[in-house]
């Protein structure tokens, strides 16, 4: 375990947060497969500010999800700690988190997400403005720079500690690197080298031997596991597992995968109705599909279904079809 200020985090594996996917019925589900600590998607700070209705929905946290932290975004000091102060007062987020990563460019136009990368002074100006005004505790999560030339990771996480921030995320990729290429967790390294708070990992961990592996090499607090966890929180179990005990957990069969994507959309549909959930469901069930043989005729089949009962029709007949011949295709 580890302390994010007040807040003890009970192991070593955290849910990355994911824009359009890091909702309260994704979370939940990932938590009850034993992440230490989940992240809700991005929530704009002008939207809070304004009382957005979407953007209030956002802010609903389950008691069981604890502990969890909520991020906001925003590039205007103003707006940013009254979002971060409402957080603080009208939410039961146990951390509140900055969002200083997200590479999309209207994002960035807006002089948030990774455009802070390129100015450790604004950093510790921003940061520092909204510490003294919460009592949360306070975390950042950034990328390594902005592009090859412009990595300020260590100035940058340096500013953030000195802001008072009590937990720094880094994702080992460039703004400009986007989602490709290689995570580089030398910079990781050299972040957690360079503070004394908590520093946890992000960037292509996809199986509890390479989670061990980072944290054996950088010394970090935690891992930070995002796109691998999609349609397969399996591996939060797993690398939770493996790191407490050296043991492999072995796959889910595929109706133990179905199952799990049944109660992550019910838990979708009383959040947002059946027609809003199923339309988004479809991108979660074929990634439970992943990996599973011939999966690309029912993912087809799914895109055309619009009720509860068809999306669960199709996926348990596939898991049949699976469990009396394994090798059809």
């Known amino acids: 375990m580890f302390r994010i200020g007040d807040i003890t985090v009970p192991n070593r594996v955290v849910l990355a947060p ?7 019925a994704f979370r939940l589900t990932v938590k009850e497969f034993g992440a230490g600590l989940v992240t809700a998607e991005m929530v704009s700070d002008k939207g809070i500010v304004n009382k957005n209705d979407k953007t209030m929905d956002m802010l609903y946290i389950d008691e069981e999800e604890m502990p ?20 603080d007062r009208n939410t039961n987020a146990s951390i509140i988190d900055i969002n200083m990563g997200c590479p999309v460019p209207k994002i960035t136009k807006c002089d948030a997400g990774a455009r802070w990368l390129l100015e450790p002074d604004k950093i510790y100006e921003m940061v520092s403005a909204v510490v003294r005004e919460v009592e949360k ?34 994702h080992g990729r460039t703004r400009k690197q986007l989602y490709e290429g290689v995570a580089d967790w030398n910079i990781i390294k050299q972040v957690k080298e360079a503070v ?56 889910p069969t595929p109706k133990e995968k179905i199952d799990v994507c049944a109660l992550h959309m019910d838990r979708l549909i009383h959040m947002k109705g059946e027609k ?20 690309g005729r029912v993912r087809r089949k799914i895109n055309d279904v619009d009720t509860r009962d068809g999306l669960l029709n199709i996926l348990y007949t596939y898991a049949h079809e699976l469990e009396q011949d394994p090798k059809a295709s």
Do not use: C
Request: proline share 3%; aromatic share 8%.
């Open 18 to 24: 994911m824009a359009g996917v890091s909702n309260y």
């Open 68 to 87: 969890m932290s909520l991020q906001i975004f925003g590039g205007e000091k103003d707006t940013l700690v009254k979002a971060a102060s409402f957080v």
């Open 137 to 170: 505790p306070v975390t950042v999560k950034m990328r390594s720079g902005w592009d090859e030339n412009h990595i300020y990771a260590v100035d940058n996480a340096k500013a953030i500690q000195e802001a008072g921030a009590k937990a720094i995320a880094v």
């Open 196 to 251: 004394s708070i908590p520093v946890i990992g992000n960037g292509d961990v996809d199986s509890p031997q390479i989670a061990k592996q980072r944290l054996d090499e950088t010394g970090v607090d935690a891992v930070m596991i995002g796109r691998a966890a999609l349609g397969n929180p399996w591996i939060i179990y797993q690398t939770v597992k493996y790191l407490e005990t050296g043991d492999l957990i072995s796959d």
């Open 276 to 295: 809003i959930a199923i339309m988004e469901m479809r991108k979660h069930a074929a990634w439970y599909l992943k990996g599973l043989r011939g999966n």
